[in-house]
């Protein structure tokens, strides 16, 4: 599915620029305009979904290869020792994009429990 006014399925089309650093044909990661930490990538389902809470069991593969994507990323870019992979679920945990994503961060101290 392709929503017309959401910003990362025009970024999953190749409609709007991105600093792309993985894609296949399911998922695309990018780097994030407004980086949180040194290495801030997000990675997004091509197809919309809103969040999380959005997924089925049919999701369960895709969800996993998200998991795997991430790990192959923080490894492209040698920070697989220490990164935090968070999706921010709903508008009261952070979520301004209503396209399911998952930020992966590293570069930097994180502290435990998360703001
Ligand atoms: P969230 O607040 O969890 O929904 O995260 C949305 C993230 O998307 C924020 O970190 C934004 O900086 C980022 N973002 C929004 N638009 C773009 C864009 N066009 N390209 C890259 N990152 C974006």
Known sequence: MY??????CKIAAGEIN???????GEITAFWDLNPQAPTHILIIPNKH???LSA??????ELLGKIQLAAAEIAKNLKVEDAFRL????GRKAGQSVNHLHYHLLAGRRFNWPPG
Do not use: P, Q, W
Not at 55 to 60: I, N
Not at 86 to 89: A, D, L, P, S
């Open 49 to 51: 979904m809103e969040s």
């Open 3 to 8: 929503l017309m006014d959401c910003i990362f």
């Open 55 to 60: 997924a089925g069991k049919e999701h369960a």
């Open 86 to 89: 968070v999706t921010n679920n």
């Open 18 to 24: 991105a600093r792309k650093v993985y894609e296949d």
